[in-house]
């Protein structure tokens, strides 16, 4: 039961998020786009419609982009001229143990940003699903919010609380009895990577429960009470029923959680600044790193394209995944 | 019917989950208003210091930072709000040579992540020399925004009712007309969803305000916490009220238009 039409198209009914559908994966679905019904007779106006936006997208972003390319398969500092390296810089990054590692790191994140917050979401939506929820609309504005603030701000306020003297966290710790716990959390050469995926996870928790909460309430009551006359208990009734309606939520938030999780810049930028050592660089914070303090811009390219590209990869397979469970 | 032990679980669970997403938040406003120097860990300040905030707004700059970001957020938004509408009307509703090419090329850059595009957008505006000028922050914006809103525009518009349009025609209206007379004002509700979403993004944009800003008088408000937060982290009151002066904006637009936000990240809304 999923309609074509966008949340809005009533005036003035402004949308319980009901029809989570999968922007990139609509995007993604060729056929279907182009064969949706032919829009309007035609006209040359378009063009004309269409070019002011297209100029700025062309100049700022695909102009940028074949230029990244480009610098990918140089070696330059800024200053000098470039010079030809064909693809030494992508191959650097398999060979290079640190930015191997980054890569390594940001897979590590996807499961505290994107696994973690979804099965979360999942269990808590398991409980939720059998009974009406008052305040629900409460509720949901809390969970949210973490989405809603600037991530500089979620980094600051999370580096207070992981601070080694005086940190929430260790004064709680120090509290409850389990003072030989304390730790400066980011400095921490093996937890650190975890405190940092942790504040991850706190930020997106939310965004899947609320997505999962309002997939739930568009699931029809009687294939629950069916199940029910089937005898099914609320495990049966959670795999039987709530998990396989839920799967374009559930494709939603791992996109949207897992695109968060490889992008992750400002919060490395301000917590930790990649250390200690190499234990929470990232590549979002390498292409910067190299660019901006290394002065290795190729190389940098080269990692900002790679990342676009596990991008693509992954949005692709997420949507092709969810897709064919459907079909 | 489920029974009363398990209805008290359900509020348990949201409950602790809301307690969690809250308990930075309120730990920031508590941090705040404590005494300057003292850190209370998150507790109850001893007592309160509302002028936190008035000492960050001056000595912390935060007022210039928030007129940066304030000027470049409606900027961003205002005109590829403009520009979306334009295009998005035309990949909507008519037909051209190209349009499912063109529509295509737009929603690539979805998928294209602002890490990629830094490096060149640094170096071609460094020759152009507008680094270091709000428009190295508001350009960029436009054109990955335009991405986003060309594809919920379209979508909006292919959605309205063939019969307005065809009403609008028979009128007379031009296509210039109709469209902003007519469908536009239909389109309200989804037009402000895609300005909340923008106007989030471009608040809290951080990455590009970093490589492109370097005078202070432009830093926007996250780039500005985060030179804050650089030279001042012990005055951790002065620093928290900074976050909370940053976060306040974005937060007020959520709670006044939270079905806009909810309604449009839950759409699988991304900007590249």
Partial sequence: MRSSTPAHAEPG??????????????????????????????????????????????LFVLAPLGFAVWYSLHTWDGLLPMEWVGLDNYKEIFRSGPLRQAFGHSLVLIVFYAVLPVTLGLIMVAALS???????????????????????????????????????????????????????WLGDFNLALYAVGFIGTWVATGLALVLFMSGVQRIPQSLYDAARVDGAGPVREFFAVTLPNLRGEIAVALTLTTIAALRNFDLVYITTQGGPGNQTSVPAFEVYNKAFQQGQIGLAAAIGITLAAMILVITFGITRISERGRA | MISRGEQVLNYAILTVFAVIALYPILGMLLTALGPPGESTGFGIPSSLHFENFRDAWNQGHFSTYLRSSTIVAVSVVVASTFLSILSGYAFGTMRFRGSTVLFYVFIAGLMIPLE?????????????????????????????????????????????????????????????????????????????????????????????????????????????????????????????????????????????????????????????
């Fill in chain 1, 130 to 184: 059998r009974a009406r929820i008052r305040g629900q609309a409460a509720f949901r504005t809390v969970l949210f919010l973490p989405q809603v603030i600037p991530l500089v701000v979620v980094a600051v306020v999370w580096r207070m609380i992981y601070a080694p003297n005086n940190g929430s966290l260790n004064d709680f710790l120090g509290k409850v009895g389990l003072g030989s716990l304390e730790r400066a």
């Fill in chain 2, 116 to 272: 990629a595009l830094v490096i060149p957008l640094y170096f071609k505006l460094r020759d152009v020399n507008l680094t270091d000028t709000y428009w190295a922050l508001i350009l960029p914006q436009v054109a990955l925004s335009v991405a986003f809103g060309t594809f919920w525009m379209r979508a909006f518009f292919l959605a309205t009712p063939r019969s307005l349009l065809e009403a609008a025609r028979i009128d007379g209206a031009s296509s210039w007309t109709t469209l902003w007379r007519v469908l536009v004002p239909f389109g309200r509700p989804a037009i402000l969803t895609m300005m909340v979403l923008v106007f989030m993004w471009t608040w809290n944009e951080f990455l590009l305000a970093l490589v492109m800003v370097a005078s202070e008088d432009l830093r926007t408000a996250p780039l500005g916490l985060a030179f804050f937060q650089g030279q001042h982290s012990s005055q951790l009151s002065l620093l928290a009220a900074g976050s909370v002066i940053v976060a306040t904006p974005v937060v007020l637009l959520y709670i006044f238009l939270q079905r806009h936000f909810i309604a449009g990240m839950l759409s699988g809304a991304v900007k590249g």
């Fill in chain 1, 13 to 58: 009914v402004v949308a319980e998020p009901a029809p989570a559908e999968l922007l990139l994966g609509r995007a993604l679905r060729s056929a279907k786009v182009s064969r949706r019904d032919p829009p309007g007779e035609p006209r040359h106006v378009g063009y004309l419609y269409i070019l002011p936006a297209f100029a700025i997208y062309a």
